[in-house]
């Protein structure tokens, strides 16, 4: 797969860099709270766009695959199931940024360094390598196929000049190895220029083989297949900060991986009840602490976190703190338990906080406070009057996902109708943006979007009842040192840039 920038002109990276990031301590330095969610500061920088499966072959007969190929986006905008983007992630530096689609294939960006001719071009992302992770496969013992779609994607920290990161559909887990080549050996004694043994009775001088320069070549490599280790469709995936081991979770159990072992895991949680009709919850999502290899973190459906200390017992079946907050009678209804679901939970990069998200707000818990969270954001209240038809057509059951910003000063999660929200800790204030083909002209300064709920509707408001289900931000990613954020609408990647005076 490639995925190209729509229109050259989108690419237009020539405002916002922020320049030096870290503090003299070597740690981050605070985003400004007045550029994270005050009105202008977030213009678009790019909208890169996922080719239907059927193009592929066409559009890698261009000499240069990093073109664009104006005339295909053209007549070709609409986008296949396999098209849709699944996961979005930076690497830790934040120059390589991942996308994996339900068609199983990984594609990543990289960032484009600055040059004398071209001053504005730091910060423009280009396709830096394409491949298919998984494929689909079917289990005949228990006769039901397993999606090629691929639900999460983590980077390991780069260690030499080669990258690696894991990636998962419901069952397969894959490191994979992604590197350069630009050099090929030639003058060997046992093979033709073609490749082809040669006779060694035809050999009769030794020749010094040496190393040709060649084409730039990406070549992405499976180092390592964890598989056949989960019985329930995988949700989540963690690298430990050993960086030695990793965790995988599906709906019941979590498993500790090593690296370099692929025949075996340790079950660390395993919350299957001997009667399946008793099962009252389910994992939704799972992440270790980034700075203690001990401890980690998983939430469930029934809206509760649970942090575990591996120190404690090789089976982590008791917690150490147990997070949740006591429902409020008043609102209890039909939907409580739904809504109440966890469908994702991330750790500060400090360490000292937790982050959910539920269908309709967003939850900061202190580690030290277990009872309340201590900031409590709502998404999208106004849909509270809808959950019935929400219900009905499944978008109840939408999984949105959250993340921090680089000083964990600002949260960003999903809504519908392509609108994400973005909530300031320190000021408190929040801002509604949308991502959206409509306003993607270039260098485009996102406006702050308003929902109406009822009485007299302004100009610049949309109508509860005109938001459209459809088109929803389930995955989006933060720069872990700028404020450049990845959002994902079907097939088409945004890449929103700060907007500096």
């Keep these: ?38 009105e202008g500061s977030w213009i678009l920088v790019c909208r890169l766009l996922v080719p239907t499966q059927v193009s592929l072959l066409s ?46 294939r990984v594609v990543i960006f990289q960032r484009e360094q600055e040059s004398k001719n071209q001053v504005h071009r730091r910060g423009e992302y280009n396709v830096y390598s394409t491949f298919q992770s ?73 020749r010094v083989p040496v190393l040709r320069p060649m ?27 050993d960086y030695e081991t990793y965790m995988s979770a599906d709906d019941l159990r979590i498993n500790l991986w090593n690296f370099e072992i692929t025949n075996q895991s340790f079950n660390i949680v395993d919350i299957k009840p001997a009667n399946m009709e008793e099962l009252t919850e389910v994992i939704t999502a799972a992440e270790f602490h980034p700075h203690h290899c001990n401890t980690f973190v998983y939430s469930s ?15 982590c079946d008791r ?29 500060s990069h400090s360490g000292r906080y937790i982050m959910t998200r539920d269908y309709l707000t967003v939850k900061v818990w202190d580690l030290n406070m277990e009872n309340r969270p201590i900031e ?45 929200r973005m909530f300031d800790r320190n000021t408190k204030r929040d801002v509604t943006l949308e991502a959206s083909r409509e306003n993607s002209k270039p260098r485009a300064i996102l406006k702050p979007r308003k929902v109406c709920v009822g009485g007299k509707r302004r100009k ?8 459209d289900f459809s088109k929803k931000i389930l995955h989006t990613a933060w720069h872990p040192s700028e404020n450049i954020i990845a959002v994902a609408a079907t097939n088409n990647l945004y890449i929103f840039q700060d907007k500096v005076n």
Aim: hydrophobic share 30%.
């Design 376 to 420: 409590t954001y709502q998404v999208h209240d106004y849909l509270r009057s809808k959950l019935c038809s929400l219900y009905e057509n499944d978008c109840i059951f939408d999984k949105f996902e959250c993340v921090w910003n680089g000083s964990d000063s600002v949260i960003m999660t999903g809504s519908y109708n392509n609108f994400f």
């Design 59 to 104: 559009m890698e007969e261009d000499i240069d695959t990093r073109k664009i190929n104006n005339s295909f986006l053209r007549d070709h905008s609409y986008a296949t199931e396999a098209d849709i983007i699944s996961t979005v992630e930076f690497n830790h530096t934040g120059e390589l940024l991942a996308t994996g689609d339900k068609g199983g």
């Design 1 to 38: 797969m490639v995925l190209q920038p729509s229109e050259g002109h989108y690419r237009d990276w020539s405002h916002g860099r922020l320049g030096p990031w870290c503090s003299p301590t070597g740690s981050p330095a605070p985003l400004s709270c007045e550029t994270g969610c005050r």
């Design 319 to 347: 917690h150490t703190k147990f997070f949740e907050e006591p429902e409020d009678p008043s609102n209890r209804s039909f939907f409580s338990e739904i809504i109440s679901s966890i469908s994702d939970v991330k750790f």
């Design 134 to 206: 998984h494929e689909p496969e079917f289990d005949y013992l228990k006769s039901l196929e397993i999606e090629e779609k691929i639900n999460k994607i983590r980077w390991l920290p780069q260690q030499n000049a080669a990258y690696f990161l894991l990636s998962t559909n419901d069952k397969t887990v894959k490191l994979w190895k992604v590197s350069e080549r630009d050099k090929r050996p030639e003058g060997y004694n046992l093979k033709d220029e073609e490749g082809r043994l040669r006779d060694p009775a035809t050999i009769t001088t030794l």
């Design 215 to 241: 084409d730039l070549m990406v070549e992405a490599t499976p180092r390592r297949v964890f598989a056949n280790a989960h019985t329930y469709h995988i949700n989540s995936i963690s690298v430990n900060s």
């Design 460 to 467: 610049d408001e949309i109508s509860v009842d005109s938001l």
């Design 301 to 315: 459906s029934k809206g509760t976190i649970r942090l575990c200390d591996m120190r404690a017992s090789a089976l």
